[in-house]
C-alpha cells in the first residue's frame, strides 16, 4: 500500500530533539518531505532533510519559517520546554510563565502562522502528555499546560475543519528531556517510572512517532487525543 505521507511536505516545530526527530524520521521513512524546525537549526539541507531555525516565542521567526517553506500537508509541534516540579509555593510564576510561553503559547502562535501555508486537507499534530490527566503534587506547570493543549487540540478539531487536529499523549518517555540528569539519576528514574507500569519500562521516542504517523495518514481522525504511555493514565 502507497503510504498517504508520500509526496506530502511535513513540519516539525521541535524536530530538533527527541520525540520530533523521531516523528522526523518515521515520516521520511514514509515518503515524506520533511522540515525539521527549531532554535539550534542551521538553515540548510542535510541528507535531503531541511532544516530551519525557528524561534516559537517569537512569531516573527514562525512568519519566516512558514514563508520560507512555502504550503505545506501536516505541522507537528513538539517543542516543549524544561520544566522542573515544584509545588505552586515554590514556583516562580514568571519562569512558570516561559514554560506557557513555549508548549502552549508556542503552539498557538504557530497555528496561527501556519495556516495561510497548511493544505486544507491536512492536519496539525500536538503533544500533551500523561500528567494533563494523571495528577502528582509538585506538576502543577505540567499539568495545567498539558490539559490546554487537549482541550485545544479538541477546539481546533471543530474550529479548522476539514483539517484535522489531533493530540499524542506521552509517558515517560527516554529522550534528551532528560539529560539534565546524571546518568546514574536518569536510569533510576526511569527503573522506577517504567517499573510501575503494566509494560514494566519507560517508552522510546520511535514508540510514540508511529502515533503522530497514523494521526497525519487517517483522515478519519480528528479531536482524538493518542495516548502512548505504557498504561501510565490505567
Ligand atoms: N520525554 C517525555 O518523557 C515526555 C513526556 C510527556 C510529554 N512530553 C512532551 O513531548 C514533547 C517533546 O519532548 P521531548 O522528550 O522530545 O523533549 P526534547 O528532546 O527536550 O525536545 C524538546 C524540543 O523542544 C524544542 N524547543 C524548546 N524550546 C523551543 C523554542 N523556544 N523554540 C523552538 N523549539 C523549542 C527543542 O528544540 P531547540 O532546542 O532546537 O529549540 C527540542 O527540539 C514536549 O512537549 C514534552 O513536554 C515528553
Redo the contacts with the bound molecule.
Keep these: 500500500m502507497t503510504s498517504s505521507l508520500n509526496g506530502k511536505t511535513v513540519i516539525v ?9 523521531a516523528v522526523a524520521l518515521a515520516a521520511i521513512a514514509r515518503g515524506a518531505q520533511v522540515v525539521l ?5 542551521m538553515p540548510g539541507i542535510d541528507n535531503g532533510v531541511r532544516s530551519e531555525p ?4 517569537d512569531s516573527a521567526s514562525l512568519q519566516r519559517l512558514f514563508e520560507t517553506v512555502g504550503h505545506f500537508d501536516h505541522l507537528v509541534y ?6 522542573r516540579a515544584k509545588t505552586l509555593i515554590e514556583t516562580d510564576l514568571d519562569e512558570a510563565q516561559d514554560n506557557f510561553n ?2 502552549l503559547w ?1 503552539a498557538l502562535r504557530a497555528i496561527q502562522q501556519a495556516l495561510p501555508f497548511l493544505h486544507e486537507h491536512g492536519s496539525i499534530i500536538l ?5 494533563g490527566r494523571k495528577l502528582a503534587a509538585g506538576q502543577f506547570i ?1 499539568t495545567v499546560i ?1 490539559a490546554a493543549t487537549e482541550a485545544l487540540g479538541k477546539q481546533l478539531a471543530k474550529e479548522l475543519a476539514p483539517r484535522r487536529v489531533n493530540v499524542i ?11 539534565g540528569l546524571c546518568e546514574e539519576q536518569r536510569l533510576a528514574m526511569f527503573a522506577k517510572a517504567g517499573g510501575a507500569l503494566p509494560v514494566g519500562r ?2 522510546q ?1 520511535e514508540e510514540v512517532a508511529v502515533g503522530y504517523v497514523l494521526a497525519m495518514e487517517n483522515g478519519f481522525m480528528t479531536g482524538a487525543v493518542i495516548d502512548i504511555d505504557g498504561g501510565g493514565q490505567l
Design positions: 516545530i521541535g524536530g530538533s530533539s527527541g520525540i520530533g526527530a524546525a527549531g532554535r539550534r537549526l525557528v524561534d516559537v516565542t513538539t517543542s516543549g520546554p524544561s520544566v513555549v508548549k508556542g503533544t500533551s502528555g500523561q500528567l505540567k498539558n499523549s506521552p509517558g515517560v518517555i527516554d529522550t534528551p528531556a532528560y539529560a519507560v517508552g521516542a
